[in-house]
């Protein structure tokens, strides 16, 4: 089995994992939060998102997150999905910008009101500008195997889309099983596309734990050449527009499973769980990955 000696995990849980709590996570917590998993050897992050605190009430805090915890010694993104959210962002020190469009046409139009073709054309002057000024763009690539709304997607159209981000310029795209529906076939099938199609481009899986399918899709992705993973501490997260998905996969559970299998990530498990620690007392879901649990039981 070809595996990388190495694998990167982009920690999405300050962002992409407390967005949808419906209990505000107090700011000082978020911090700490986030702090600890630096301290825990996360190299790259997804601090927060400059969206409307009317629609998305957790992110109200944006400016404060990322002027309290940007560092030099790592990638920390912020989600800004329209002008007003990159407005925000030029005026902060964050020099890593997140962006998101759907390959289902029915997804975008239930999240953003926008077919796929009309949220391309409203990021390609943001995207152009991000890009004179010098900023690392990531496409985060939603749907990209199945949709909550008309099912499969045939991976020929998640390519197109892909290549249509290349060509405006992002750095990194994150492709992104969205309701946690795809098996390790159709993983593997899909990334070894992306790899021979864009060999340059950065590539990054992104699994939902839905079906508890997501540990055998890394592995999957792993074999058709994938090195970079998005994983939430705690396997928190969810999706408000993709019906019955779950979190994200565990940080904590991919880690310990490349680390066993030999694949260096330079993530230490006992400050990631005192890193979860600080949150989990504020979320709504209970911490149920395996690795937390059994760190748990051993305390």
């Known amino acids: 089995m070809k595996l990388p000696k190495k694998a990167t995990i982009i920690e999405v849980g300050p962002r992409d994992g407390l967005q949808n709590e419906k209990n505000f996570v107090p700011t000082d917590v978020k911090k700490e939060f986030i702090y600890r998993l630096k301290q825990a050897g996360i190299k790259e992050m997804e601090l927060t998102s400059f969206v409307s605190p009317k629609w998305v009430p957790q992110m109200q805090d944006a400016s404060e997150i990322v002027d309290s915890c940007m560092t030099m010694d790592s990638r920390d993104f912020v989600l800004a999905p329209n002008k007003k959210g990159m407005e925000r962002v030029f005026e902060t020190s964050c020099r890593s910008v997140a962006v998101f469009v759907g390959v289902s046409d029915s997804f975008n139009q239930k999240n953003i009101n926008k077919t796929t073709e009309e949220a391309l054309e409203g990021l390609k002057p943001l995207l152009t500008e991000l890009k004179e000024r010098g900023y690392f763009v990531r496409a985060c690539i939603s749907t990209a195997f199945y949709c909550p709304y008309v099912g499969k997607i045939p991976p020929k159209d998640t390519l197109a889309l892909c290549k249509k981000f290349v060509a405006m310029g992002v750095d990194e795209l994150s492709v992104a099983d969205t309701i946690g529906r795809a098996n390790p076939s159709e993983a593997y099938h899909l990334f070894t596309l992306l790899k021979q199609e864009l060999p340059h481009t950065l590539l990054t899986a992104h699994f939902h734990d839905t079906r508890k399918m997501a540990l055998a899709n890394i592995l999957a992705s792993l074999q058709a050449g994938i ?73």
């Open 227 to 299: 090195d970079r993973f998005d994983t939430s501490a705690g396997g928190l997260g969810g999706c408000p527009f993709a019906p019955g998905a779950t979190g994200n996969v565990a940080t904590e559970d991919v880690v310990y499973m490349l680390e066993e299998m030999g694949i260096s990530t330079g993530v230490d498990l006992e400050k990631l769980a005192a890193a979860i620690e600080v949150v989990e007392s504020f979320v709504s879901r209970p911490i149920e990955s395996g690795y937390y649990r059994l760190h748990e039981l051993n305390q």
